[in-house]
């Protein structure tokens, strides 16, 4: 059989383009599979976007004034930031790197958090004492809690039934505990002096809580209680959990340093000296890295196998707070479609989601 130059010719071009499409595809799937982190910077109005393989700054995204409060949704598709300047939250598309929302909320709004199921974002707006309640669905604000006493920080129970609302002033400070399934007001228990934030251990059951006399709260979830409250003297300033809850990162501006705490023995077991001001931590969620933002306008990443710094990512902005896209843990997060769950970095299927998980293995 004789095949025309024509029809040859036609056959090259569509081998070509196919292998051009491949390629293409390949590389977008690369780019999308790598686990970021986001940071806040407040005196330029950007977000910084870090590959967290390379440690270095891929691109910015420019939002509303002053950003401050950062939050992941849990399949990593969209970032949420609170703009304490304008009164506003900027939703960022992982995928794109772009605004795709900007929603109005109370004024001067602090930080924020998203429920478990990645329904809803709570923002805490002490500018005029109201609690934003925006549905992810449509990202707009579908309810208002009234919070006279202006609370700071803001977190969801890992069930996601509750949220503790932190608030400053006076003697004592104040968490005043949401129902999120009606978002009325539940209760309001005592938090010692100045309490700025607060996070669970991973079953719910413990609140840790920071004050800034220096003192060491946890709270029983179960009855809204302090079991326990103790001085580290370590001028701690934020807090961070590990995934299995056995230690906390505690950032020390003061002293220039992380903390480690024991959550068995609620005693300081380590410190990591980093040279210059930490004052937010933020893990990964396989808990293998944390990242400081730091006052010197850098970020630090310390390796916790070794609870060492391995790189300081410089020419950041006033670096405020950082979240991390959730990667998985495991190759059994793979599994029975678990890949999906993984909308940030784009598994098309299993075996992609497996070999992200063999590329970062240990």
Known sequence: MVISSFRLHRFFVAAI?????????????????????????????????????????????????????????????????????SGTVSVIDTGTNTVVATIPVGASPFELAV????????????????????????????????????????????????????SRGGLFGTITIVDTATNAVVTAIPAGRNPFGVVFSPDGARAYVEDATE??????????????????????????????????????????????IDTSTNAVVNSIPLGFSPIFPALTSDGTRLYTANVDSTVSVIDTATNSSIATIPNLDCPRRIAIT???????????????????????????????????AN
């Not at 075996?351 to 992200?356: A, L």
């Open 115 to 166: 429920t478990p199921d990645g329904a809803r974002v709570y923002v805490v707006n002490p500018g005029d004492g109201t609690i934003s309640v925006i549905d992810t669905a449509t990202n707009t604000v579908g309810d208002t809690i009234f919070d006279p006493l202006r609370s700071l920080g803001v977190a969801v129970t890992p069930d996601g039934t509750r949220l503790y609302a932190i």
């Open 215 to 260: 003192a060491y709260y946890v709270i029983d979830t179960a009855t809204n209680t302090t079991i326990i409250h103790s001085r580290h003297d370590i001028f701690h300033d934020q807090y961070a959990i590990t995934a299995d809850g056995a230690r906390l990162y505690v950032t020390s501006p003061m002293i220039n340093a992380v903390f480690i």
């Open 17 to 85: 383009s196919l292998g051009l499409l491949l390629n293409i595809s390949s590389a977008i799937t690369t780019t999308q599979a790598q686990a970021r982190a986001y940071v806040t910077n407040m005196c330029s109005d950007t977000i910084s976007v870090i590959d967290t393989d390379t440690n270095a700054v891929i691109t910015s995204v420019l939002v509303d004034r002053s950003p401050l409060g950062i939050a992941i949704t849990p399949d990593g598709a969209r970032v949420y930031v609170t703009n304490h300047g």
């Open 326 to 360: 959730p990667v998985p843990k495991s190759k059994n997060d793979c599994k029975d479609d678990g890949y999906l769950k993984f909308r940030g970095l784009a598994f098309a299927n299993q075996g992609q989601c497996v070999k992200y998980v063999n590329r970062h």
